[in-house]
């Protein structure tokens, strides 16, 4: 029996995809960039994406639009709730009229969201991504992103379209949650991690939203970018290149903002000769959803549908998502000669490869596992998301060491987060982005509440629950029930934050922009009443993006801070305020202290950071970036370094011991900020260039070597060339961004080196040697 050279293993990938694409007609090669959306009637519909009634009219059903075979099958269980067994059936329908109905029977690709985890009904719901940032656990964001990517394998699906490496500029804006923070070396470090876990799993990490979408003006969702290309190089591109060189990133979605008027779907510059020509980037281009149609839309920067195909293909894009709605008319833009055979066949040949690689055209391919049950949130993804939940939060404030809380006898539990578990969940999460369109807006997996999860910490105590507010609107009603719960309490623990929802319907989110950073809703109101009671108040921060605290601060005796936590974050919480867990979350992002100095980052320079004799609006944050305290404590000595000075394209080892000088067993995040005090452009006064987490018994030391290559020093200098510049170089070891308790300096001698596009060295490895026990432990590199 003849077999089809594209489906014969024993052939390279590209001999399998070049064979295919010889053989396909020119309706079919188009209907491998495009997808499909079967977007189910339930509740709010609408709102699954920008603007999505706009293309909601005149769909071809499913059967009759993939006559020609499909690139993508989109979000297949991420639009309804349906068992896992259920919507492997709905997959292998889906599946089968893609290739029973079409010339060369190729299976689509299945991509979905996987954000928080698998976006699918009773799959793990892990803590949001800014919570990865909190954790500073690089090792535990590549095991779960590899749990995730197992269940996705197991379910038939391909793609993730994970993770964002948005670099956090206002904190208004309303995605905050679903990046890692404020920092690219941080971002860039976790995302590498994830890109990992989830492509060793077998599934396409897809890095998002590229790039410069959250230096969006006013923290506006969807706003321009007004951004040099010396910042976007700096700081906006940094994770992306660690994810493309480092981690092999296989897949890239397009931001929806525009680059000083440039959008990034038609940027020739952006998607090809930085991405694939600089980089190596080998993978697929594919849309953000609606994005190509946003050109003649949103942008307008093409006059028809049909120019913004011919544009994003020119580009460099590949696939359309989440359905094929402008690339159809590619057939006739070629017939008029207004796009080469040759543009359309190098995206083709790209989504091909990736089916190869992925198995689709393999013989013995089958859409989804079939035959048994599949249990998409087992305890062994509990238990990691336990884990991560517990290693993400931050404690802010502890007054006169009242946490832990020494088993209280009467506990007032305040506040909406206190009995609203979807507060610990992200926008991406299935609970927030699909189940809470229902009238039952319950929870996709199980998840204890802060009350539920308090009352098993202390069951001797005697608990009381107030919500007080709600987490949207004026009404004050219940804050009279809150502050007598208060008064007849020992100790008030103020549960307040944010519930994610999209567009609007939540606090947090996509969409979910807010004018300033005062809690939302009445829960201000809240917190000033029961501090007022003179009860000890912990405030508990369930939240995704950081609010304005120099209000409560003082008055406070213990704040904490938890990043949308994920399914197990009751659990975490309670254990973090019983002592049970030694909090070792770090600030991703700076909490400020009043309600102006939007936008701004650690990531400035003098100008962005000193305010006396220039301004009477101080920007410097109330908690800082790196900020965070625990039960342990932790002290810093011996800064050594290999050497007063390195050539330009040298290295020099930074050690520093860290002890642990506290009666129990804790965790550091040990971090090593950069400065160039003169630089021959602007540069900002303090930078992080590596970091790790460090394990310490009560009583141990360690000692933390950090390698840092001449190529961390680089900058793209008056001429937009990176380059190594000579001078002196300041560096700091410590505990936050604004830790000075170890300080020195090296120089940079010689001349100015011009580091090679595509060449730099990225990250700075580090290494820990217990004093205990002397072997040296390479620690995951930071």
Known sequence: MTVDPWRDPSLSTAQRAEALLADLSPEEKIAQLGSYWKRPEIGDAEGFAPMQSTFDADRDPFEEAVQHGLGHITRAYGSAPQTAEEGVENLRR????????????????????????????????????????????PEL????????????????????????????????????????????????????????????????????????????????????????????????????EMAVRRGGARSVMNSYADLDGIAPAASHWLLTELLRETWGFEGTVVSDYWAVNFLQSMHRVVGTTRDAAVTTLRAGMDVELPETSTFPELLDAIAAGELETEVLDTAVRRVLRQKVELGLLDPDFEPATTGAAIDLDPAENRDLARRLAEESIVLLRNEDRTLPLAAPRRIALIGPSAVEPRSFLGCYSFTNHVLSRLEDQGTSVPVPSLAESLADEFPDADLATVAGTDFTGPDTAGIAAAVTAAEASDVAVLAVGDIAGLFGAGTSGEGCDVADLQLPGAQHELVEAVLATGTPVVLVLVTGRPYVLGAYADRCSAIVQAFMPGEEGGSALAGVLSGRVNPSGRLPIGIPGGMGGQPGTYLAPVLAWVSDGISNVDPKPLFPFGFGLGYARFEYSELRLSADEIAADGTVEITARVTNVGDRDGKEVVQLYLSDPVASVVRPLKRLVGFTKVALAAGESAEVAFQLHADRTSFLGEDHRRIVEPGEFRVRVGASSEDPTLEDSFHVVGDVRVVGDGERVLETPVSVTSLRNPAPVTAPVG
């Not at 009229?97 to 299976?107: K, L, Q, R």
């Not at 959250?214 to 992306?240: C, K, T």
Request: aromatic share 6%.
């Open 94 to 137: 889906m599946q089968r009229a893609v290739t029973e109905g079409s010339p060369h029977a190729i299976p689509a690709i299945a991509h979905e969201e996987c954000l928080t985890g698998l976006m699918a009904h009773e799959a793990t719901t892990y803590p949001a991504a800014i919570a990865w940032g909190a954790s500073f656990a």
């Open 141 to 240: 964001i590549g095991e779960m992103a590899g749990r995730i990517g197992a269940d996705m394998r197991a379910l038939g699906t391909h793609h993730g379209l994970s993770p964002v490496l948005d670099i956090v500029r206002d904190y208004r804006w309303g995605r905050i949650e679903e990046t890692m923070g404020e920092d690219p070396y941080l971002t860039g470090v976790l995302a590498t991690e994830y890109v990992t876990g989830l492509q060793g799993a077998g599934v396409i990490a897809t890095l998002k939203h590229f790039a410069g979408h959250a230096a969006s003006r006013a923290g506006r969702n969807h706003a321009p970018v007004s951004i040099g290309m010396r910042e976007l190089h700096e700081i906006d591109l940094v994770p992306f």
